[in-house]
């Protein structure tokens, strides 16, 4: 088994407005929005069978003709395993639905779905040169960039809002990158890494600010769509924060559709889930528009959820409607609840940002929006052992001198 | 692909005098010992080869014929998947070694290796129609414990010493686990777990206090196998508490054997790694003796590590002897600077217990004990993102309205 030594990019795209751009070149944005990575399909179906990918080690480098490295011994990779697809048959019929998955990307390196789209990123920019990259964060995306720049030997910068859970604060700083708190917000932190690449030749990796991420992020649509065995399910229910994950698996669908390996022509609905006090996606679904308004107040205990403003919105407002789905919010205050269902029917901690997802389905099948025969699809986007502020427990303690009260404990 | 309705167990043994026991019915120890699972091996060779292994899906599992499931409707799963075997030239390089690998345990469900040992033994435990356990923990097994009982809707109690990391506390009770913190040591919760036994009706999960802790995470030394494609490493660096993973890759490398899949006679040598201030296998090993003694005032910040009495302490020194290897202290005060190098050189965190693997690979080095030209496999048992405690870092703050002093960045 030998990685062809060329990818099968044709180009790069400005999403905005299809501008074609060349690859192989560094590239961030385009009109302030979003590059998308295009292929020659063609190409990819006549070098590979669907059957082919049996062989194949289960990574997420398996799909290779449809990711964007040239050369394989660029790629910077911690092991990023394909992640199980989980059956919940006791949270799906607590919520009314007979066939519920859940695919658990907690089981990715540093316990988040964020390192497929670093391993990505950080494999292109390796492949382009680059040497010291930067990003802002306000949750799990720090920690992974600081550990692929590191497998690389790349310099990492990280800015941080002083409100940034307490070990995604930790572990950027444990993997060596120059991380720091900023007395502000996300927008302020990326504020600095704009500033940076000019003042210090920073490469910035933020969300959708180059093009790599949503291939990584991709790779989930490719799986899931393996593992189910070519049939996608009729609803897949994403937390949407900066919404890459959602973009890239709406495109590896796309992908999938034109290369002709879906067994089913159907593609799901894809549900954007938010919370109720920072719902911009949501807004601006019911209102029709395609770009959204930073909301008044933004604010979650679900850090990766507290995105008020998407650069790209237009993205995630486009696959939702053009899949039939719809952007929707859960209740903030129920957030633990939702934890707590799904982590004593199924042992699945589910992290903070996907606990909206079944507060979202409870109501989608309540609507009538999600119907029980349908197969329903939540993604966990990371460990929820990382959230030490929303796990936080007193536990009763015991006196083992003085004698156990037995019947108390039943 | 169906899985054989019976499994190729013989009978169970008391490893201390070698008594032969039933299976398919409750045990718990042998004289107060632990009690280990025998095969027909004959049975096995003839069901099985090893290249059809290459056909079944990438989780621990796939070694069924060797696992004593009965039936395979019984298994508990969160999805075991097989955990990366990840080069480290770098760090290698530093430490002295030409071929270093990390296998990366914290991959699994939980974050942490004792999902393998408890998916097994919640497996076998709801095969035999139990449906309350209890364990006493310090570390990672509790969080483990819980999330599987919450699969198999069993009950679950929890008890813990106060000093037990946070993030370990509150898994427990997020995953619904009655979690008790009790003010001693966890002897005391381990006594209270016992009197349960009688008291509640608590079946004991403690390490090693039931046959099949010990199969599941003999699974990390098949994979290994595998994985290095029937070449074992020649040496393996294991940290070393209680000790369930040493002796179950111990009894995974000589049923491998035994079954004449490994390539290579030659097995690894195991080194247990422990830290200087609770050493007792490492004073057992130098004092030529095949039982331990508590050491005095045991402590630890690798709270995995923090095991003055092990159950299965003569099954550790037995392994270590015969293969030719050691039990190795390294410097409890160096252990952040261990945890950083792996991280900074490889992007891999390391909790604590696995970072004692590197202290003792940097002594075996210096001292001759394992040459430069061997290859060399450390374990990293659980995600370091769980250690709050240890990983704790105060972050330089920026005032960003302030403007930045970027020379200061640099």
Known sequence: ?????????????????GAVLPARTLQTTHEGRPILVRYDLDGVKTALARSDLHDRPPTMWRYRELLPVEDESHIVTLGETMTPLLPCPRLGGRLGVERLFVKDESRLPTGSFKSRGMAMAVSMAHELGIKRVAAPTAGNAGGALAAYAARASMDCFIFMPDSTPMINRYEAALHGAKAFLVNGLITDCGRIVREGTEKMGWFDMSTLKEPYRIEGKKTMGLE??????????????????????????????????ELGWLDEARRPRMYACQSTTCPPMVNAFEAGDRFAVAPENPHTAAAGLCVPSAVGDFLILDAVRESGGKAMAADEHRLEDWMRLACELEGIALCPESAFCVGVLERAVAE???RPDETVVIFNTAAAQKYAEVIEADLPRL????????????
């Open 1 to 17: 088994m030998t990685m062809a030594a060329a990818s099968f990019v044709t180009h790069l795209e400005g999403a905005i407005d």
């Open 224 to 257: 899931l769509a393996e593992q189910m065995n070519w049939r996608l399910p009729h609803a897949i229910l994403y937390p949407t924060g900066g919404g890459t994950g959602l973009i890239g698996m709406w495109k590896a669908f796309t992908e999938l559709a």
């Open 368 to 370: 009538g929006e999600i």
């Open 399 to 410: 006196d083992h001198a003085g004698g156990i009260d037995w019947a108390a404990l039943a």
